[in-house]
């Protein structure tokens, strides 16, 4: 197969760049002490609400630090989507900007645009939880850490954490000045520009301030005759702020009090036409597209959904002891969120409702504000660590979905026309409300015997659920008789550890613990039809090892889930705007491995892999729409082979600085997208590449200069992250699929003072 020149330019410079900068002579000023040796970094993690290392974390977690994250690209947690992170899996809900579907050890979140559903995830940023997934795909500003903790968390990160959490920790103030300008561009019309600033301590307050901005024109083109609603699909423009300061008025108490805000404008995804289910007839403007388009079939009006986080967090710690911390968690964060995902003709078929309507806009609106307030007392003996506290939040929201007809076809379907005015359908408004109170406790005991090799952990956490909420619209008017829903339950999780330490660079553990989702209702259902709890019991068994005087480190996990009670959601034959969400009776079962490797080989040399294999057996379940058939789930987001892996090396300085190259490439084998879809995604291969210039020399030694060529999907493959296949009666009979972005290329300069 031929090659496309640009693409052959591409390999070139990442493959051979490198060979050039090596044989520069080094300068006569290079540093005496080289930062190349070879051996691994130690690696902190907090994800059992202390630091502690990851090496004696008895449970399966990937630990991202903030650098590895801008290496990899990872500027939003959307950005995962790749499989970056193999056991984590995460999609643009049906191509919309606005909701992200999330997926971990084979547990998917489902339809997460709905307010009184709760997600799978437990998504914390400083320690605070996020109720909505709306919002996730803005982009995160001085990240310290990510953390990637597999499997349910029942007890210390306990609200809805079937599936696992991310832990997200914000770099915090240091109290001395420094300075941080990041500026890039890209194909596509991308520019980023990002500011962090440390203020010196001023009366024992020291004060962050970071800031971003964050633009990309669409890779669809959308040519319709009102520029005000022409935007191109896959658009995005992103902004945010974030202000720090913390107070230590004495060694014993820090408060830190952070205030964030975010706006993001993004357009929906295009969606490709991959195949006809019949005959049926269709527009001829509506064909198969079988590769990644540049422009949509047809102009279609097209505006971006718009997004609006703004949060307070405060945070106190107070040292009662040397041993004994009180922590004080306290958030209001507040939500709104639009939508207008445009189908572009991909919706309706040639003669819908006798009048050929097309260019289906799907609109939306949600608001929804939090409360939390969580309180932690850490403390330690000589053989006892233990952290217990109290937990609560509250949350309120509404949302309201509409459907917009604004153009028909005409000339036998090979043009469109416009309305004037759109033709709306008010389509249905609801609003919940949500409670949760819970106690929880956590203590590592080890015992005096097998030389304090062994640790001891119990864990338990009583959780009180209580939520409302009412559909307050269909098809614009009031319900009647009122469709009204309310869940209210309490239990107690528990969590029991066994590790021993074989020696400093071995250990072992299994896990067993529970966890579960709080019921509600489904807001897309014609009769708000409410739907009970869901429940994981898991076991794991790990291994922990470094080795090869801390050149290499290996950790492994092997998992089994009895998960009972799945909430399942089914689309309506006849309306796709319409479900019914179900409790799966019987267990699924779930099982699997995960593997990381890191080795420092040589000196200036790193190497990452990660492998994670997951296997999905669901009982089958009957679909409660006519004619009733038996479905068999299966597993959606979930692939069952899925790897990384990564190449980091770093070569001697020379008189123009410090030259560093990474490659990533990600696998992932072929799964089904949704557990509704019909056709599985292909396996794909993606490869990302990385090669910076740092330390480039100045006039002054306070200043660091750096400078970065970035590329993503390198190979420019066509990958599948959605799809949906429309069959219903007067609908297009065609599937639909969303693909990721397109090969883009970047340069990046970076100054710190």
């Given amino acids: 197969m031929a090659c496309r020149p640009n693409m052959i330019r591409t390999a070139l410079l990442f493959c051979y760049g490198p060979l050039f900068w090596a044989a520069i002579p080094a300068s006569s000023q290079q540093p005496a002490g080289s930062q190349r040796a070879a051996v691994l970094d130690e690696v902190v993690v907090t994800a059992q609400r202390r630091e502690e290392r990851l ?159 964050a633009e990309r024109d669409g890779w669809v083109k959308n040519d319709f005759e009102d520029p005000n609603q022409s935007f191109d699909y896959n658009y995005m423009q992103k902004q945010g702020l974030r202000i720090a300061a913390l107070w230590e008025p004495t060694d014993r108490l820090d408060v830190l009090y952070a205030y964030d805000t975010s706006r993001d404008r993004q357009t929906s995804a295009y969606p490709h036409i991959d195949r006809f289910v019949d005959d049926r007839p269709v527009a001829p403007l509506v064909s198969v597209e079988p590769s990644r388009v540049r422009e949509a079939r047809f102009g279609a009006p097209l505006r971006p959904s718009r997004g609006a986080v703004e949060g307070h967090t405060l945070t106190a710690n107070y040292a009662l002891s040397e041993s004994l911390t009180l922590r004080s968690i306290s958030s209001y964060r507040e939500l709104e969120q639009s939508q207008q995902d445009q189908w572009a003709g991909s919706f309706f078929g040639a003669n819908f409702r006798g009048v050929g309507l097309t260019g289906r806009l799907s609109v939306a609106d949600v608001e929804q504000d939090q409360f939390s307030q969580e309180l932690q007392l850490l403390g330690s003996t000589p053989r006892l660590e233990y952290v217990v506290g109290a937990f609560y939040f509250e949350e309120d929201g509404k949302d309201s979905a509409d459907t917009i007809i604004p153009q028909r076809y005409v000339d036998g379907g090979t043009a469109v026309v416009t309305f004037d005015p759109f033709i709306v359908s008010p389509s249905r408004s609801s609003r919940a409300e949500a409670r949760s109170r819970a106690l929880f406790g956590q203590l590592t005991w080890t015992p005096p015997v097998l030389e304090d090799r062994l640790d001891l952990t119990l864990g338990l956490r009583y959780t009180d659920d209580k939520k409302k909420g009412a559909l307050t619209s269909i098809s614009g008017a009031p319900p009647e008789p009122p469709l009204e829903f309310r869940f209210s339950n309490d239990r107690v999780d528990p969590l029991v550890v066994l590790a021993y330490r074989f020696s400093d660079d071995l250990s072992t553990y299994l896990r067993w613990s529970t966890a579960y989702r709080a019921g509600g209702a489904n807001s897309r259902s014609a009769s708000f039809n409410p739907f009970d709890e869901e429940e994981v019991k898991a076991w794991e068994l790990g291994v922990k090892t470094e080795f090869w005087d801390r050149r290499a480190r290996l950790n492994l996990a092997a998992f089994h889930m009895d998960y009972d009670d799945q909430q399942f959601t089914f689309t309506s034959p006849l309306n796709p705007s319409i479900s019914e969400t179900v409790n799966i009776p019987g267990t699924v079962k779930i099982r699997g491995l995960e593997a990381d490797l890191q080795l420092a080989p040589a000196a200036g040399l790193l190497l990452n892999a990660s492998y994670t294999y997951t296997n999905v057996n669901s009982p089958a379940v009957t679909n409660p729409f006519p004619p009733n058939p038996v479905f068999q789930p299966r597993g959606g987001l979930t692939p069952k082979h899925a790897a990384s892996a990564s190449a980091d090396y770093q070569f001697e300085p020379s008189r123009f600085g410090t030259l560093r190259t990474r490659v990533d490439v990600i696998y992932s084998s072929s799964l089904f997208v949704s557990s509704l879809s019909s056709d599985n995604v292909d396996s794909r291969v993606l490869v990302n590449g990385r090669v910076v210039l740092e330390d480039i020399p100045l006039r002054s030694d306070a200043v660091n200069l750096e400078l970065a060529l970035w590329g993503r999907n390198l190979l420019d493959r066509k990958y599948t992250y959605f799809d949906g296949t429309l069959d219903a009666q007067g609908f297009s009979g065609a599937r639909a699929v969303w693909y990721g972005l397109p090969r883009t290329l970047g340069l990046e300069l970076t100054l710190r003072m």
């Fill in 55 to 213: 090496q004696d974390a008895p449970l399966s977690v990937v630990a991202l630090s903030g650098d590895d994250m801008h290496e990899r690209g990872i500027a939003s947690i959307k950005d995962l989507a790749d499989g970056a992170v193999p056991s984590v899996r995460m999609a643009p809900f049906f191509g919309r900007a606005s909701a992200i579907a999330l997926s971990m050890r084979g547990i998917a979140s489902g339809d997460v645009t709905q307010i009184s559903r709760d997600p799978s995830f437990g998504i914390y940023i400083d320690g605070v939880y996020l109720g909505r997934v709306q919002g996730l795909g803005t982009d995160l500003i001085d990240v310290e850490r990510m953390e990637v903790l597999r499997g349910p968390q029942g007890t210390l990160f306990g609200r809805n954490a079937v599936g696992g959490a991310l832990n997200i920790v914000s770099r915090q103030p240091a109290g001395i000045f420094a300075l941080r300008q990041r500026a890039s561009v890209g194909n596509l019309g991308a520019r980023n520009l990002s500011t962090s600033v440390d203020l010196p301590e001023f009366a024992g307050i020291s004060i962050k301030i970071d800031g971003l901005y």
